[in-house]
């Protein structure tokens, strides 16, 4: 497909958990994944790399790192992006991805992602949605009396995923918080961890979370830009939102 996985540490987890925050509406999927990384301390294993991706390179206290990376320690594994990705970048990247995720066996892989609002200003505790391709893990999250996504039109790089998991029979559970659509929205990621915490009976403290809020939402102002026209390119491409419900 053009898109390789490149592994460079090795995995000594069995069943791993499979998290996956890519930008897009509110960043809510980058800002968990990136702080579940920096909380844990994670290991980077490996990276994602194109010649279909723009050339770019992070740069983090004077290290050069790839844009797509994975991370992992206990029984999380982390995929992590920095670059906003366009509906026909996506498709090459689940299918590689999602191969890649197979071989590592995972007990669920955990899409994170925000569900635009209109009306998010006036919302204090955003509500998280959760949509699984499997019918226990559904069952699962009515006895969490967890709202499930019923209806709408899913577009872009989750949706890719989705529907790769599906295809290659991988089990798989998206999470989608109210959010802002262009404005980095870490109220809604801190939702989104608690959701997990109480699914996977984790207790991942979110109190550094909430009080960084501020400072995260200048840090990625820039990143939040990038998207923005990412998602503006792919309604100019034809396509609907990201979500369409």
């Not at 509500?127 to 709202?147: F, P």
């Not at 989608?176 to 991942?204: G, H, M």
């Not at 109190?207 to 923005?228: C, H, Y």
Request: charged share 25%; net charge neutral.
């Amino acid at each position: 497909s053009g898109v390789d996985v490149i592994q460079t540490g090795s995995l000594d987890i069995k069943s791993p958990y499979v998290f996956v925050g890519l930008p897009d509406a509110g960043l809510v999927g980058t800002i968990a994944v990136t702080y579940l990384v920096d909380k844990f301390d994670m290991k980077e294993l490996g990276y994602i790399d194109s010649a279909r991706f723009p050339p770019i390179v992070i740069v983090r206290d004077n290290e050069v790192k790839n844009a797509i990376r994975i991370y992992a320690k206990d029984k999380f594994v982390v995929v992590i992006s920095e670059i906003p990705m366009g509906p026909s970048m996506a498709v090459y990247f689940a299918k590689s991805l999602i191969s890649w995720v197979k071989k590592i066996d995972p007990k669920l892989v955990i899409n994170i992602t925000g569900l635009p609002v209109q009306d998010r200003v006036q919302i204090e505790k955003p509500e998280v949605l959760g949509l699984a391709t499997n019918k226990d893990i559904t069952e699962m999250l009515r006895k969490q009396n967890m709202a499930l996504f019923s209806d709408g039109v899913l577009f872009g790089p989750y949706a890719a995923i989705i529907k790769e998991c599906a295809t290659q029979k991988v089990p798989t559970l998206t999470l989608f918080a109210q959010s802002y659509l262009n404005f980095p929205d870490p109220a809604a990621s801190i939702e989104v961890l608690s959701v997990i915490n109480k699914i996977l009976k984790t207790n991942i403290d979110l109190k550094p979370l909430q009080e960084e809020a501020e400072i995260i939402r200048i840090k990625t102002r820039e990143l939040m830009k990038q998207t923005e026209s990412a998602l503006k390119e792919a309604k100019i491409e034809g396509a609907p939102p990201t979500i369409y419900r």
